[in-house]
């Protein structure tokens, strides 16, 4: 079936330091990919998505291209801050549109 | 407005014991899920409903079941609820077709000793 595979935390980053969080998935198709950020004690929130190959979701800084040759879909932030710290979820919609499937999560921590 | 909101926040249950998991939403969502998060896990589908009156199984769906006699709320329930069990319970909602846009509750926290 479906599913979707993040690099493993916990990331630990120096405020102003680029960050990439890997993701790829295994789909049947053409899924549309997310990533959800969960702040602590937070529910999820979507953070940004692509729905086509080669789209790039963008989202308060955060980008991510969805890369269908490589079944890719990577976050990157150029300069992260203390406030981006949370887990963040790689996800991709079943082929009926109607679920998501989660990545395991990756907790980043900026400190100062 | 309230968004998605699920009652209680908190609860320790003992083996055996059953429980009710409220999730209410007002946005006149279509589309309402229950998820258990555990660590290293992400979030895994434990029931789901299209509309009222309709659910359907997700991914981990043994040990719970669910109802949706009202658009609005989602009810999940444990009849005799086990360790493994312990777990972070998030509902949420969306438009039908939308999948991407769902809503997440809260959080419930829930401990089985």
């Known amino acids: 079936g479906d599913s979707v595979t993040q690099m493993e935390g916990p990331v630990t980053l120096s405020e102003e330091a680029f960050l990439t969080i890997n993701c790829t998935y295994t789909a049947t198709g053409y899924p549309s990919l997310f990533w959800y950020v969960q702040y602590p004690g937070e529910g999820l929130q979507l953070l940004l998505k692509?729905?086509?190959?080669?789209d790039k979701g963008s989202n308060k800084g955060f980008e991510a291209t969805y890369r269908k040759e490589t079944t890719s879909f990577h976050l990157e932030k150029g300069s992260v801050q203390v406030s981006d710290s949370a887990v963040y979820f790689c996800?991709?919609?079943?082929?009926?549109?109607?679920?998501?499937?989660f990545g395991q999560g990756t907790t980043l921590q900026v400190k100062p | 407005n309230a968004g998605v909101t699920q009652t209680p926040k908190f609860r320790v249950l003992k083996t055996g014991q059953s429980m009710t998991l409220l999730c209410a939403q007002d946005?006149?969502?279509?589309?309402m899920y229950w998820y258990r998060q555990d660590p290293g896990m992400g979030l895994r589908l434990i029931h789901y409903s299209v509309g009222e009156g309709t659910t359907a199984k997700g991914e981990v769906p043994d040990g719970y079941n669910v109802s949706r006699l009202k658009k609005q709320n989602f009810l999940l329930g444990l009849e005799s609820a086990a360790p493994s069990q312990t777990s972070v319970y998030f509902c949420a909602s969306t438009l039908a077709g939308h999948p991407e846009a769902q809503y997440f509750g809260p959080g419930t926290r829930l401990t089985v000793l």
């Open positions: 692509a729905t086509k190959a080669d």
């Open positions: 996800a991709l919609s079943d082929r009926h549109g109607g679920k998501l499937i």
């Open positions: 946005m006149n969502h279509e589309y």
